[in-house]
């Protein structure tokens, strides 16, 4: 510990504390430009310069660890002088075009020059100029390298917060310019981060471009609709008008980052597809008709269905909130008296019977419900399932940063190579199905290590594992590294939720982390939903309980024409469930499909009742975030046209049926908080910027489950399905913005596949299966394992689930080069 | 005759981060390319498996990069304090009318390009001035023009 006086104030702290951050921890602010509390120290700005006593030259705080017994001053003449210059030093090539520069308002220069001087400029030379004309460098980025103040935020937040290392510093001096390679088009994620963190108006949006002054911008704080991660975010509109996301800093997961969706993707709100008013299928035509015309027919052929439960089912997005969530599923269980209730159309791809105990028994055991950074904050992550950088941005940002700062290892089992790659101590590719043996095999090293712990906690365990086991070197790293560590963290992705062996993969995990917590260790995990409120889905119990239908069931039992009633909230399953003949033979057998949706999907287009519902914009509630961290989101618009929220619509369509259902989100969530034990501690009143999370349910210890190991079988090539940083399902398809950044699908192939094809990056190729075929354009990625294909899923208008079955995963197809 | 790649990735074994490779990379593609064109660049980001704008921020930061194709002989005179008071700046005007090109400029037929640069490290001979990768020291106008004199004939 070190004891310092700034300012004649006394502190002690930390060894090895900036000077800057004691300074901040006593309420004095000094002023920094380069400085950001995330990236590596640059010092170069010298704005955030102190007078330490008993040293002759001043020095920058932002830099220089405290020593015990230090006397400083960040408001000597010689300070106030120094941080006087610096900044005059900055204004004399900086343009001043303030009124034409989107910053002007919120600017740090203009800010830092209005509290510090200097108040005349003297400089009568010539500015340095790189350009007469601000350069685009993507879709949604615009430069002005006049503005520039070189305190590099933006290089450093690209390399080593995104990874993308798409900026850099070039030249020297004076004319050093913060720009891309060549100045050219960037090739990178389009995440904006450097916007974000840009002091100046150098790095700019181009859709905010011009568009408001700050201060005319009415900013409201919600949540992001896409991921599970939960990034909060602030819009801003201007007369009513989304003009641009941004992000607050030290707020949330997120800190100050988002990734492009978040940033970039919300224009979908807007888009023209809005389902304007309530539809009554007519001779076969969906026909506009008003509220109390479709609520009439609602009535007249649901009331004989009340209390039928069999015979109805609802399928519901998992980007509804917790209150939609809760409010949909009390409809069914309490009104219809039915348990077909399920929140993803997209997996459980087999054994569906097993999915969901198995998954809630993985969750009782090892979920750990907290803040995603003190989760990282471990000796070992290992992440399965996942390619990170497309399915969970900006948690793939936090891995990055806490590698950086913590002696973190990170081993990686996933089916697609990723950006992280090159930052783990170990990375295992598999063919989905081949999961389990490798998991497995881990269990079984850390099994054996551990013996005399198995016995004393669980007993005689008996044979665990059933089937052979396989020996590598990642196995034996892992393992190895298990035993070594104290603390483990394990993040779970959706590949491993669309495997055909998901439930033995959870079982598996499940196991191993009873049996680290047997030897001593802290172990648990979180996981890499790819919906906004997956988790909060799962809490509020929006899946098959009891002996109800999942999804997969619900279609098979609507074949079979034994589904009088399907309510589809939010939901595309026309397009994303995985086995397109049976999703569509399915649907036309319902004997009424109601489907309720913002937007005129393609299973709206099938429905014989269609209502108007409203985006994430419209509504007010919270969604639970994948770490169990319960947010806010807020309405910034009204719902347009006809449209409703969905809230009052489930509670509409119950009023009908004579039960009065809450509509307001702060009493239905006070019966959640009421009936829901990890929502317990919850106030709604009490969700700041920060939310709040959820607490543990301690899970009944049952021991470990005996895992017999099978094998998926795949000959010739295979293809999986999954995100894409610019689209992750029918929201993004409707953004402008990121389909501006993304014009079509794409093949992708691993190096030696794609030899062995005879193609090339950007060749076509025809993918068939089972008489369907679709043309794509091949993308080459080194890693992928040999046989193994990636198509990303939710392009519209190429209906990839044509190509999939249930129950099948990966799913086989031949693969030719085109023409 | 070993090519590129070998020759880099050779070189990129003495350091610990690959990033530390850059500069002798970036040499060895200027022999071989005579100049650093996009091209050259994205080659050695692509051999040292580094960003491009990594191989871009060195290559811009030094002169002894040439961003421009530059002549058979590449005259790199020293401007800096102590060739500059024993009369470097004339010497430039010297080479500039003898020439006949700018600082920055290349002669008509390729053979000579003039830059001026900061110190070339050889102040006890000033005034210096470095020919692709030889000094010349202690210069005079007449010993310039003896040196232009020699290099125009061994072109030809």
Same mark, same amino acid.
């Given at each position: ?51 330490? #006593? ?95 103040? !070189? ?17 850099? +510093?070039? %030249? ?76 607050? @800093? ?21 888009? &023209? ?35 039928? =439960? ?18 949909? !599923? ?35 055991? %090892? ?28 948690? #793939? ?6 590698? *950086? ?10 089916? @697609? ?51 052979? /086991? ?49 030897? =001593?260790?802290?172990? =648990?995990? !979180? ?30 039992? +609507? ?31 319902? %004997? ?32 639970? +975030? ?21 809230? &009052? ?21 006070? #019966? ?59 929201? *993004? ?5 990121? %389909? ?39 993308? /080459?990625?080194? =890693? ?14 190429? *209906? ?20 | ?52 704008? $990594?191989?871009?921020?060195? $290559? ?97």
């Amino acid at each position: 510990m070190a004891t310092v006086t700034i300012d004649g104030k006394t502190i002690t702290v930390e060894d090895g504390t900036l000077i800057l951050d004691a300074a901040r921890s006593l309420g004095i602010e000094i002023p920094t430009f380069c400085y950001q509390a995330k990236l590596s120290r640059l010092a170069s700005c010298r704005l955030c310069l102190v007078e330490i #006593e008993g040293q002759k030259k001043l020095q920058p705080s932002c830099a220089t660890p405290v020593l015990d017994g230090m006397v400083i001053h960040t408001q000597s003449p010689a300070v106030v002088t120094a941080r006087r210059a610096m900044l005059e030093f900055l204004l004399a090539n900086h343009p001043l075009d303030c009124p034409v520069c989107d910053k002007g308002g919120e600017c740090e220069l203009q800010d830092k020059v209005f509290a510090f001087g200097p108040r005349e400029g003297r400089f009568t030379e010539w500015k340095r100029t790189f350009h007469s004309k601000d350069y685009v460098l993507s879709p949604v980025i615009i430069k002005n390298a006049n503005r520039c103040v !070189q305190c590099q935020r933006c290089v450093r937040i690209c390399e080593e917060i995104v990874g993308a290392s798409a900026l850099g +510093s070039i %030249g020297r001096g004076v004319k050093t310019e913060e720009t891309s390679f060549m100045r050219a088009w960037l090739n990178c994620d389009h995440c904006g981060n450097c916007i974000e963190v840009c002091p100046v108006g150098s790095l700019m949006s181009l859709p905010y471009r011009y568009k408001a002054r700050p201060w005319d911008l009415k900013e409201v704080d919600t949540v992001c609709p896409y991921c599970g991660t939960g990034c909060t975010l602030t819009v801003g509109l201007r007369d009513g008008q989304l003009l641009r996301v941004r992000s607050r @800093r030290q707020t949330g997961v997120n800190e100050e980052t988002l990734c492009v969706k978040g940033r970039f993707g919300l224009d979908f709100v807007v888009h &023209e597809d809005r389902i304007k008013r309530p539809m009554i299928r007519k001779n076969d035509v969906l026909v506009p008709v008003s509220w109390r015309e479709v609520s009439n027919y609602l009535k007249e052929r649901l009331l004989p269905l009340k209390g039928k =439960g069999d015979s109805v089912g609802g399928l519901l997005s998992a980007q509804m909130t917790n209150e939609e969530i809760y409010t949909f !599923q009390k409809l069914f269980r309490e009104v219809f008296g039915s348990n077909n209730i399920d929140s993803s159309s997209r997996w459980p791809v087999a054994s569906e019977g097993d999915f969901y105990p198995a998954l809630l028994d993985l969750i009782s055991t %090892g979920i750990y419900r907290g803040n995603l950074r003190e989760f990282l904050s471990a000796d070992t992550l290992l992440v399965a399932g996942s390619n990170l950088t497309d399915e969970n941005p900006v948690t #793939e940002y936090a891995v990055r940063y806490t590698l *950086s700062v913590l002696p973190l290892h990170l081993f990686i089992l996933s089916s @697609r190579p990723s950006r992280l790659d090159k930052a783990a101590k170990g990375v295992k590719r598999y063919i989905p199905g081949r999961e389990v043996r490798i998991l497995a095999s881990v269990l079984k090293e850390v099994m054996k290590a551990h013996e005399e712990d198995l016995k004393r906690t669980f007993g005689d365990v008996g044979e665990v594992i059933q089937g052979e /086991v396989i020996e590598d070197d990642f196995v034996r790293a892992l393992s190895s590294r298990l035993l070594g560590s104290r603390r483990i963290s394990i993040l779970v992705g959706t590949d491993l939720l669309r495997s055909p062996l998901a439930v033995d993969a959870f079982r598996v995990i499940s196991n191993l982390i009873k049996v680290l917590r047997a030897a =001593g260790k802290e172990c =648990g995990l !979180q996981f890499l939903f790819d919906r906004s409120n997956q988790m909060g889905a799962i809490d509020m119990g929006a899946f098959p309980r009891d002996g109800g239908m999942g999804f997969g069931s619900l279609l098979e039992a +609507s074949r079979d024409g034994r589904i009088s009633f399907l309510y589809v909230l939010g939901e595309d399953p026309v397009l994303n469930y995985p086995d397109g003949r049976l999703v569509r033979e399915a649907l036309s057998q319902v %004997g009424l499909l109601l489907v309720q949706d913002a937007f005129m999907t393609e299973t709206a287009r099938m429905a014989h009742v269609v209502l108007p519902g409203a985006t994430f914009a419209e509504k007010d509630g919270t969604f639970t +975030s994948n770490e169990g961290r319960v947010q806010r989101v807020r309405a910034f618009y009204n719902p347009p046209f006809e449209a409703r929220r969905d809230l &009052e619509i489930i509670s509409h369509i119950a009023s009908l049926l004579g039960v009065d259902l809450e509509t307001d989100p702060s009493s239905i969530f006070a #019966e959640i908080k009421d009936l829901i034990s990890p929502y317990r501690g919850v106030d709604y009143e009490g969700l700041g910027d920060n939310g709040l999370f959820t607490g543990h349910e301690k899970g009944v210890d049952k021991g470990l489950h005996p895992v017999a190991i099978r094998d998926v079988a795949l000959e010739g090539w295979g293809f999986i399905t999954g995100n894409h940083l610019y689209h992750s399902g029918y929201l *993004s398809q409707r953004s402008r913005l990121l %389909g501006s950044l993304i014009d079509a699908p794409f093949l992708e192939i691993g190096k030696e596949g794609a030899d062995s094809l005879g193609v090339r990056e950007g060749d076509s190729v025809k993918v068939r299966r089972n008489g369907q075929s679709i043309e794509l354009k091949v993308r /080459v990625k080194e =890693g992928l394992p040999e046989g193994l294909l990636f198509i990303p899923e939710n392009f519209g208008s190429l *209906s990839i689930n044509n190509l999939m079955e249930k129950g099948v995963y990966p799913f086989p197809v031949e693969v030719r080069k085109n023409g | 005759m070993k090519d590129l790649r070998e020759k880099i990735r050779e070189i990129s074994k003495r350091y610990p981060d690959m990033r530390s490779a850059i500069m002798p990379a970036l040499y060895l593609a200027q022999e071989k390319y005579g100049y650093l064109t996009r091209e050259a660049m994205e080659e050695v980001a692509e051999i040292l498996g580094i960003p491009p704008v $990594a191989v871009y921020e060195v $290559a811009t930061f030094y002169t002894m990069y040439n961003k421009e194709p530059v002549g058979k002989y590449h005259i790199q005179v020293c401007t800096n304090v102590s060739c500059m008071l024993l009369g470097a700046e004339t010497l430039v005007d010297h080479l500039r009318k003898r020439l006949g090109i700018d600082v920055g400029e290349t002669t008509k037929d390729g053979l000579f390009t003039l830059s001026t640069v900061e110190c070339l490290g050889s102040c006890g001979t000033a005034p210096v001035m470095q020919i692709n990768d030889t000094y010349y020291e202690d210069l005079t106008k007449e010993k310039v023009d003896e040196i232009i004199k020699t290099l125009k004939e061994e072109a030809s």
